[in-house]
């Protein structure tokens, strides 16, 4: 876990994961414990030994436990966390000269990497989702934290890895009536070269840790709904279908515009007008037609007008009084009732068992790359008409039964939020309705998508299972390059403009 040299003598000293009185993992440790404002220091060394075992037995033996510790700590008490620099290493006087420079590496740390830590915006959500969970949850959330938060930067950084059985031992001992020494107590035990060696961790750390976010959204969305991963396997193939979406370029602001423009032309019948009332302060406008005002305000047109013999208007009625006033500017709106309505899309993957296999060329399993694809067409439409004016249904089929109610579990847990708000609907593909309809299938397109608009199986049918993706719009079908996300971002945009047509 230390840096050193390959000599015997110096593995001796430096512990490499042994946790004695002058190993530079303990007395790192306790350093740390001391200079944190609050809190028992016993405690503390307690805490980030019990966060480092999960870490360690996690595989990232390399990561010193000071840095756990500090990592650690930060993210329960977010900006509340107090560090007080190098002023407990004054305490070691024996060793001036070693202190000195423990004293320079450690502000010099917490200068580059704990105080930007502490203002990070994917720290920020860390510590507030932390916060957020239950107690017994916590420190479960804590330790699964750091192992995502340090996995990227230990390999690289070129630390020693640790004993994570002698990490155990020494755990046991702390909660036994054999304490962990006081900080003050270790530090004193402290030997000049294992207070070198602390210096090279910081300075190691300082240099792979600073100026880098410590959380992707995949991390951030996993320590949300720890408690709902029913296992390791679903947490890492969330994760992977996660990080797939969120690796796709945003779209571009032309596209945007177009859908928003034709986001507001769905007709619908009068009958139907209040399914999905329009208007409000966002869309209200001093501009627009006669058919487009609000009913309390048409209510006054040929009210009070005054009219000669032969029945002609002599003078304004109320509706132009009030038109005149200004009032319009708040009773007018662009969107007609008879053109806006909830919009419905449906998403159906075929075939799912047959999906899970991976192309050479395609960064992940096809089923994976075809559920992120789906996910971000529902956020992207979401984004741009509006999450309460869209209804998603997403419909998973296959042969193998065990295996669809697998990927239709994973998509239940990734949208669990839009499923309770009703906002996404998890059907069958035998009820999925016609309308809105987009099919991410490892057939080719029908002979069916080839007829007049209304008489095909899909506003778009998208042939999944290689390297390029033939995406059939009933017009101009279309061959893409997945291998990349730009390929993945042409077939998400592909799916929106038909989703808008």
Same mark, same amino acid.
């Given at each position: 876990?230390? =840096?050193?040299?390959?000599?015997?003598?110096?593995?001796?000293?430096?512990?490499?994961?042994?946790?004695?009185?002058?190993?530079?993992?303990?007395?790192?440790?306790?350093?740390?414990?001391?200079?944190?404002?609050?809190?028992?220091? !016993?405690?503390?060394?307690?805490?980030? $030994?019990?966060?480092?075992?999960?870490?360690?037995?996690?595989?990232?033996?390399?990561?010193?436990?000071?840095?756990?510790?500090?990592?650690?700590?930060?993210?329960?008490?977010?900006?509340?966390?107090?560090?007080?620099?190098?002023?407990?290493?004054?305490?070691?006087?024996?060793?001036?000269? !070693?202190?000195? #420079?423990?004293?320079?590496?450690?502000?010099?740390?917490?200068?580059?990497?704990?105080?930007?830590?502490?203002?990070?915006?994917?720290?920020?959500?860390?510590?507030?989702?932390?916060?957020?969970?239950?107690?017994?949850?916590?420190?479960?959330?804590?330790?699964?934290?750091?192992?995502?938060? &340090?996995?990227?930067?230990?390999?690289?950084?070129?630390?020693?890895?640790?004993?994570?059985?002698?990490?155990?031992?020494?755990?046991?001992?702390?909660?036994?009536?054999?304490?962990?020494?006081?900080?003050?107590?270790?530090?004193?035990?402290?030997?000049?070269?294992?207070?070198?060696?602390?210096?090279? @961790?910081?300075?190691?750390?300082?240099?792979?840790?600073?100026? @880098?976010?410590?959380?992707?959204?995949?991390?951030?969305?996993?320590?949300?709904? $720890?408690?709902?991963?029913?296992?390791?396997?679903?947490?890492?193939?969330?994760?992977?279908?996660?990080?797939?979406?969120?690796?796709?370029?945003?779209?571009?602001?032309?596209?945007?515009?177009?859908?928003?423009?034709?986001?507001?032309?769905?007709?619908?019948?009068?009958?139907?007008?209040? =399914?999905?009332?329009?208007?409000?302060?966002?869309?209200?406008?001093?501009?627009?037609?006669?058919?487009? &005002?609000?009913?309390?305000?048409?209510?006054?047109?040929?009210?009070?007008? =005054?009219?000669?013999?032969?029945?002609?208007?002599?003078?304004?009625?109320?509706?132009?009084?009030?038109?005149?006033?200004?009032? #319009?500017?708040?009773?007018?709106? !662009?969107?007609?009732?008879?053109?806006?309505?909830?919009?419905? #899309?449906? #998403?159906?993957?075929?075939?799912?068992?047959?999906?899970?296999?991976?192309?050479?060329?395609?960064?992940? @399993?096809?089923?994976?790359?075809?559920?992120?694809?789906?996910?971000?067409?529902?956020?992207?439409?979401?984004?741009?008409?509006?999450?309460?004016?869209?209804?998603?249904?997403?419909? $998973?089929?296959?042969?193998?039964?065990?295996?669809?109610?697998?990927?239709?579990?994973?998509?239940?847990?990734?949208?669990?939020?839009?499923?309770?708000?009703?906002?996404?609907?998890?059907?069958?593909?035998?009820?999925?309705?016609?309308?809105?309809?987009?099919?991410?299938?490892?057939?080719?397109?029908?002979?069916?998508?080839?007829?007049?608009?209304?008489?095909?199986?899909?506003?778009?049918?998208?042939? =999944?299972?290689?390297? @390029?993706?033939?995406? !059939?719009?009933?017009?101009?079908?279309?061959?893409?390059?997945?291998?990349?996300?730009?390929?993945?971002?042409?077939?998400?945009?592909?799916?929106?403009?038909?989703?808008?047509?």
């Amino acid at each position: 876990m230390t =840096v050193g040299s390959d000599d015997a003598d110096d593995a001796d000293v430096e512990g490499a994961g042994v946790l004695d009185a002058t190993s530079p993992e303990a007395i790192a440790a306790a350093l740390t414990c001391a200079v944190v404002d609050g809190g028992s220091d !016993d405690d503390r060394v307690v805490t980030a $030994l019990r966060w480092g075992v999960d870490v360690w037995g996690a595989g990232l033996d390399a990561a010193p436990l000071w840095l756990i510790h500090d990592l650690g700590y930060a993210l329960l008490r977010g900006r509340a966390a107090r560090f007080k620099g190098g002023r407990a290493v004054s305490g070691l006087a024996v060793f001036d000269d !070693d202190a000195a #420079l423990l004293r320079a590496a450690r502000l010099a740390y917490e200068d580059r990497v704990v105080a930007p830590w502490l203002a990070e915006p994917s720290f920020v959500a860390a510590h507030v989702i932390v916060a957020g969970l239950p107690a017994p949850l916590r420190d479960r959330a804590v330790a699964h934290a750091l192992t995502l938060a &340090l996995e990227r930067v230990v390999v690289g950084v070129g630390l020693r890895a640790g004993n994570v059985a002698r990490l155990r031992a020494a755990l046991e001992r702390s909660s036994g009536p054999e304490r962990v020494a006081d900080a003050v107590t270790l530090a004193r035990r402290a030997t000049p070269r294992a207070l070198a060696a602390v210096v090279q @961790q910081l300075e190691r750390v300082r240099g792979a840790l600073g100026g @880098q976010p410590l959380f992707l959204e995949e991390d951030l969305w996993e320590l949300a709904h $720890l408690q709902d991963l029913p296992g390791e396997g679903a947490r890492l193939a969330l994760r992977t279908v996660h990080a797939t979406m969120a690796r796709l370029p945003p779209p571009t602001p032309g596209l945007v515009a177009r859908l928003r423009r034709r986001a507001r032309d769905v007709a619908v019948d009068e009958a139907t007008v209040d =399914v999905f009332p329009a208007g409000g302060f966002d869309a209200m406008s001093t501009r627009g037609t006669f058919e487009n &005002l609000v009913r309390s305000e048409v209510a006054y047109v040929g009210e009070g007008r =005054v009219t000669d013999a032969r029945g002609l208007p002599t003078g304004p009625d109320l509706f132009d009084l009030r038109y005149v006033e200004g009032e #319009l500017l708040y009773y007018t709106r !662009d969107e007609s009732p008879l053109f806006e309505q909830r919009r419905a #899309l449906t #998403l159906i993957v075929e075939h799912t068992d047959t999906l899970r296999h991976k192309v050479a060329a395609l960064p992940a @399993q096809t089923i994976v790359l075809a559920l992120a694809v789906c996910l971000r067409v529902h956020r992207d439409l979401a984004d741009v008409v509006g999450a309460a004016a869209l209804q998603t249904a997403f419909a $998973l089929g296959g042969d193998d039964p065990a295996v669809v109610d697998e990927e239709r579990a994973l998509l239940a847990t990734s949208l669990r939020a839009d499923v309770a708000h009703r906002r996404v609907a998890l059907i069958e593909p035998a009820t999925a309705p016609l309308r809105g309809r987009v099919v991410l299938s490892p057939r080719p397109p029908p002979t069916a998508m080839r007829e007049a608009p209304r008489q095909r199986p899909a506003r778009l049918w998208v042939q =999944v299972g290689g390297a @390029q993706w033939l995406v !059939d719009d009933g017009d101009e079908p279309a061959l893409v390059d997945v291998s990349t996300g730009v390929g993945l971002r042409d077939v998400v945009d592909r799916i929106l403009i038909a989703a808008t047509r």
